[in-house]
């Protein structure tokens, strides 16, 4: 689906989405410590409640990605270098198109997981205060680890450990702030971070390669792997015995060594073809 997707509107993706990202949260930040100085509670106008919403207030629906993760300067620095480094290495790994749908997936589960919350607890719940980019930025982070799981990093600019390792500590985290907010009452705090980290795992549920498991794919990689396992003996006259025959000509490699020969995964059965024939030939079914 993603395929046929990028062939037609891929060209319309944001490219170096992540620099646009920390131009938002930089904004942000601005507001913040401009808040601190003024006593202008500049973040109110631009966070995301859904009751404020509804009411006409359209711009939060975009707004509230301008406010960024909590932190002191120094946070927020670490934080720019760290995602930056993570945003453009997974935008060349799954180039812009696949970068934008995953965290504009990430962007929209978020604001659909804050009305969810709003038409059940109603405007009494300040749902606006839950609503954060921390966890879009961790589903950034997990992507990575999932994608670069042996990568190493410098925890604190000391610690050398592995992306995975830092991956599941974040994820036992997220689990625990869960459960300590259902554990509380606050059970309609859990779904905006639950929807928020959603395109996480549709994202990987949608472009896993789940074919090893039909049952038709498991047969026929059985097939080739009998047949493409050496001989282990000779004909009687020491002659040796051909591993690869073309189904179409009857060439083998030992007739004709200059050949390739491909089996070939459309046809019904165990059928492999020379080089000639590999795309020419009729499919049996």
């Known amino acids: 689906m993603l395929d046929k997707l990028e062939r037609k509107i891929g060209k319309y993706a944001i ?3 992540t620099i646009y990202l920390l131009i938002a949260y930089a904004i942000g930040y601005l507001l913040m410590f401009g ?4 006593g202008v509670p500049y973040l109110n106008y631009i966070w995301f409640e859904p009751y404020l919403v509804l009411k006409g207030q359209i711009w939060r629906l975009f707004t509230w990605v301008l406010i960024p993760p909590k932190g002191n300067i120094v946070v927020a620095v670490i934080m720019f270098i760290l995602y930056y480094q993570l945003g453009t290495a997974l935008e060349r790994a799954w180039g812009a198109f696949r970068f934008n749908v995953y965290i504009f997936g990430g962007m929209l589960f978020t ?19 839950f609503i954060s980019t921390y966890y879009i930025n961790l589903s950034i982070f ?7 799981p042996d990568m190493q990093v410098l925890l604190y ?10 991956a599941i500590f974040y994820l036992v985290v997220v689990g625990y702030d869960i459960v300590n907010w259902v554990s509380m009452g606050w059970w309609f705090a859990a779904i905006p971070i639950i929807a928020s980290l959603l395109n996480f795992f549709i994202f990987f549920m949608m472009t896993r390669n789940m074919s090893r498991f039909n049952p038709k794919d498991i047969h026929r990689r059985a097939e080739f792997k009998r047949a493409a396992t050496p001989p282990r003996t000779q004909y009687r006259d020491g002659s040796p015995i051909a591993r690869h025959k073309c189904a179409v000509c009857g060439r083998t490699e030992l007739t004709n060594p200059e ?11 165990n059928y492999e073809y020379c080089s000639d024939h590999l795309f020419t030939h009729t499919h049996i079914h």
């Open 259 to 269: 050949l390739e020969f491909r089996f070939c995964s459309k046809c019904n059965g």
């Open 142 to 148: 997990l992507a990575f680890a999932v994608c670069f």
């Open 35 to 38: 808040q601190q100085f003024t």
């Open 111 to 129: 604001i659909i997981g804050a009305f969810i919350t709003y038409f059940i607890c109603g405007p009494l719940i300040p749902v606006g205060g």
């Open 15 to 17: 490219k170096n989405l």
């Open 157 to 166: 600019f000391i610690i050398p450990i592995k992306m995975k390792w830092m």
